[in-house]
């Protein structure tokens, strides 16, 4: 399949970021949520707790690859927004973010969705839920392209160098997690994508068991979990 002629993202040329000791923290706590969980709905809560200590984001996304039907769909989304969230739907490759991102291997950001031109299906369904910055990093292993993992605002805010970069380490180690999680190796009842399922996580009540790290921020949203 020909690679859609999409023009470049907004990820900007400049070298490597040194990261801050927070995020290096963080980092270590990323791999300590690899280690514990082997369910996925259950990492992306964890991470999303963790996460929120270091990047200031809205929902937290994973987009897979589905070789079968050669689409993206959408595994679990973790947010802050109010209203439905449906998981589990089939996007075609060439006409979502995500499928560019898998396609290509690189990183789609936008600062601004009511100044992109890009997608504009998708850019619509985001304004409809008060969607105003997004950023898909590509999710790979040394074996294989997995799919994309999202983050996102509801103000229009540039995603910075340091935060994409970061974001872009944390995927590097979830696109482990993932690829364990779809191996055959893995029992249905400790996979939810061996069986098929779909995990939505939304908004209940403000976090109580916040890591070390976070100490002094922000309460996030504490999830309920829906499988379909």
Known sequence: MADPVISAPEVSSSGPVEHSRPQLEALLE??????????LAALFHD????????????????????????????H??????????????????????????WQTQQAFVVGDIDRETRFPEFMQRLREHNV??????????????????????????????????????????????????????FSAASSPLSNASFIMITPASPFSNLSPACSGSTPSISPVIRTF
Not at 150 to 158: L, M
């Open 132 to 185: 105003r910055s997004l950023a898909l990093i590509p999710l790979t292993t040394a074996q294989r392209r997995l799919g994309a993992m999202g983050f996102g605002r509801v103000v229009p805010q540039r995603i910075t160098d340091a935060e994409l970069q970061f974001m872009q380490r944390v995927a590097s180690q979830v696109a482990v997690a993932v690829d364990n999680a779809s191996s055959p190796s």
């Open 47 to 74: 991470l999303a707790e963790r996460l929120h200590c270091v990047v200031d984001f809205d929902f937290l996304t994973l987009m897979l690859h589905d070789s079968v039907r050669n689409v993206m769909r959408l």
């Open 76 to 101: 679990v989304l973790e947010t802050r927004i109010p209203g439905e969230k449906p998981t589990g739907g089939e996007m075609p490759i060439d006409s979502h973010p995500s499928g560019w991102v």
């Open 30 to 39: 990323v791999a300590e949520a690899i280690a514990q969980h082997r369910d």
